[in-house]
């Protein structure tokens, strides 16, 4: 009869209406849950065509069903955010290295190498005053000594930096090769739902947050199957594919740039040993620093203090001391990468200290009042020294700025994917008004339907 095929059609759009509630109440529990991205039921007829007993008699239309429950999301925009999330860790950790670089070597900071060669120079001006004054000659060799161990730990800690570098880069290597193994583990359950008609969305959710973070630690590049998982690669190898995922490593290999600061060249491979270039995300910043910012740091700090060494030599070697020697370096370059120390021709020697020139009286301070004037010298050490410190400073406030633009253009990425694919409860209390009112006609048609059975039952004419 008639009333029994529509209330079947009501009884359906009672079920599909309850469903479409109850994903509108899962989309507001959870507009606070990073990563989620709301979710709508999409509807569709279901067709029930028949024909009667006398040929043209056509009946359609069976209710409503749920086709999907679909995730709402602009792929897009989200791989938008994906990128701009990688450039801005990557610029955000170059800053990082360059902050740390300046801090060690310590710019103009009280203390640092800058008020140490003041120092030196300073009582080289202090024993032109009194050329014979021993305690002044010692203070000078006190001076020269704390300048060379204040270089010496200066490039340690470069140095140190580096082996911190490092290991943050096993590190990096690491949360990828983790992330690679759980996307390929939530992507053989994403397939296993899908197979069996189940809901993968909050595994896809899942899946999606950890594509984001590996994407912040490099530059990949991440291509849906339609099937439901997603193939992972990495300067065009293979990360993630077909449920199954690669391993990176790091290897070392000898660089002839390198080896003079007594380092190593750090690659990261794949598991065929290609070695991968790395463009994007923490792990490009990290090889940048190691392959190129650290050791430019290092080798601009050698050269500065290679230079002090060569220039106050040349003045003090030509110069007679004393006790009549002449010939003798006050600093030398040590033999152990980036070591700077007290010339072993005066160590512990106060009396060679050459004050005068040659052919001149005791007295004479000619050759260590030069010493001093070497300070204010354009192309003297302290201006080599201000140079380096410059430079790094601009490099400095270069990266930040590259990193706000970042940052700034990544937030903007986040908001855009947000609005296309996050839950707006002005927007789900509207959905869930609609789906109630639907809900609340469906019931009405059937205690309607129920109404017009019994008020048939009642005068006697059902089965007639």
């Given at each position: 009869?008639?009333?029994?095929?529509?209330?079947?059609?009501?009884?359906?759009g009672?079920?599909?209406?309850?469903?479409?509630?109850?994903?509108?109440?899962?989309n507001?529990?959870?507009?606070?849950?990073?990563?989620?991205?709301?979710?709508?039921?999409?509807?569709?007829?279901?067709?029930?065509?028949?024909?009667?007993?006398?040929?043209?008699?056509?009946?359609?239309?069976?209710?409503?069903?749920?086709?999907?429950?679909?995730?709402?999301?602009?792929?897009t925009?989200?791989?938008?955010?994906?990128?701009?999330?990688?450039?801005?860790?990557?610029?955000?950790?170059?800053?990082?290295?360059?902050?740390?670089?300046?801090?060690?070597?310590?710019?103009?900071?009280?203390?640092?190498?800058?008020d140490?060669?003041?120092?030196?120079?300073?009582?080289?001006?202090?024993?032109?005053?009194?050329?014979?004054?021993?305690?002044?000659?010692?203070?000078?060799?006190q001076?020269?000594?704390?300048?060379?161990?204040?270089?010496t730990?200066?490039?340690?800690?470069?140095?140190?930096?580096?082996?911190?570098?490092?290991?943050?880069?096993?590190?990096?290597?690491?949360?990828?090769?983790?992330?690679?193994?759980?996307?390929?583990?939530?992507?053989?359950?994403i397939?296993?739902?899908?197979?069996?008609?189940?809901?993968?969305?909050?595994?896809?959710?899942?899946?999606?947050?950890?594509?984001?973070?590996?994407?912040?630690?490099?530059?990949?590049?991440?291509?849906?199957?339609a099937?439901?998982?997603?193939?992972?690669?990495?300067?065009?190898?293979?990360?993630?594919?077909?449920?199954?995922?690669?391993?990176?490593?790091?290897?070392?290999?000898?660089?002839?740039?390198?080896?003079?600061?007594?380092?190593?060249?750090?690659?990261?491979?794949?598991?065929?040993?290609?070695?991968?270039?790395?463009?994007?995300?923490?792990?490009?910043?990290?090889?940048?620093?190691?392959?190129?910012?650290?050791?430019?740091g290092?080798?601009?700090?050698?050269?500065?203090?290679?230079?002090?060494?060569?220039?106050?030599?040349?003045?003090?070697s030509?110069?007679?001391?004393?006790?009549?020697?002449?010939?003798?370096?006050?600093l030398e370059?040590?033999?152990?990468?980036?070591?700077?120390?007290?010339?072993?021709?005066?160590?512990?020697?106060?009396?060679?200290?050459?004050?005068?020139?040659?052919?001149?009286?005791?007295?004479?301070?000619?050759?260590?009042?030069?010493?001093?004037?070497?300070?204010?010298?354009?192309?003297?050490p302290?201006a080599?020294?201000?140079?380096?410190?410059?430079?790094?400073?601009?490099?400095?406030?270069?990266?930040?700025?590259?990193?706000?633009?970042?940052?700034?253009?990544?937030?903007?990425?986040?908001?855009?994917?947000?609005?296309?694919?996050?839950?707006?409860?002005?927007?789900?209390?509207?959905?869930?008004?609609?789906?109630?009112?639907?809900?609340?006609?469906?019931a009405?048609?059937?205690?309607?339907?129920?109404?017009?059975?019994q008020?048939?039952?009642?005068?006697?004419?059902?089965?007639?």
């Amino acid at each position: 009869m008639p009333s029994f095929g529509s209330l079947n059609i009501a009884y359906t759009g009672l079920n599909a209406h309850q469903q479409r509630i109850n994903v509108i109440g899962e989309n507001i529990t959870n507009v606070n849950t990073p990563g989620y991205h709301k979710q709508r039921v999409e509807l569709g007829p279901i067709h029930n065509n028949s024909s009667g007993l006398i040929v043209g008699d056509y009946r359609s239309g069976g209710g409503v069903q749920v086709l999907d429950i679909a995730r709402v999301r602009d792929k897009t925009l989200s791989d938008h955010a994906r990128s701009q999330g990688g450039r801005a860790t990557a610029a955000s950790e170059r800053a990082d290295i360059l902050h740390a670089l300046e801090d060690v070597i310590g710019g103009l900071n009280p203390g640092g190498l800058h008020d140490q060669m003041t120092d030196l120079f300073n009582s080289f001006d202090d024993l032109a005053g009194s050329p014979d004054d021993p305690a002044m000659r010692r203070v000078v060799l006190q001076r020269a000594e704390i300048v060379g161990q204040g270089f010496t730990r200066t490039a340690g800690d470069i140095d140190d930096l580096r082996s911190r570098t490092e290991e943050e880069l096993f590190d990096t290597v690491r949360a990828i090769n983790s992330l690679s193994d759980q996307i390929a583990s939530a992507d053989a359950e994403i397939l296993g739902a899908n197979t069996i008609d189940a809901d993968p969305n909050t595994l896809t959710d899942q899946r999606d947050m950890m594509i984001t973070e590996l994407a912040a630690l490099a530059d990949v590049t991440i291509s849906e199957q339609a099937d439901g998982q997603v193939t992972i690669s990495l300067d065009g190898q293979l990360l993630v594919s077909n449920g199954l995922s690669q391993e990176l490593e790091v290897v070392y290999a000898v660089d002839p740039t390198l080896s003079p600061l007594g380092y190593a060249d750090v690659n990261v491979v794949n598991q065929s040993g290609r070695e991968l270039n790395v463009t994007g995300g923490t792990l490009a910043a990290q090889l940048e620093a190691l392959q190129t910012t650290i050791p430019d740091g290092r080798r601009a700090l050698d050269a500065v203090a290679a230079d002090l060494a060569a220039q106050v030599n040349a003045i003090h070697s030509v110069g007679v001391s004393i006790d009549g020697s002449t010939g003798n370096d006050l600093l030398e370059v040590g033999p152990n990468t980036g070591e700077l120390r007290l010339s072993p021709d005066v160590a512990g020697q106060p009396d060679r200290v050459a004050t005068r020139l040659p052919g001149s009286g005791l007295l004479d301070n000619g050759n260590i009042r030069a010493l001093a004037q070497l300070a204010d010298e354009p192309g003297g050490p302290m201006a080599g020294f201000v140079t380096v410190v410059g430079e790094l400073a601009a490099k400095v406030s270069a990266s930040d700025g590259q990193a706000n633009a970042a940052e700034i253009a990544k937030q903007q990425a986040d908001t855009m994917a947000l609005a296309a694919g996050g839950v707006s409860l002005d927007e789900e209390l509207t959905e869930l008004i609609t789906a109630q009112r639907a809900y609340e006609a469906s019931a009405r048609i059937m205690t309607s339907i129920d109404e017009m059975l019994q008020t048939l039952m009642t005068v006697g004419l059902v089965g007639r």
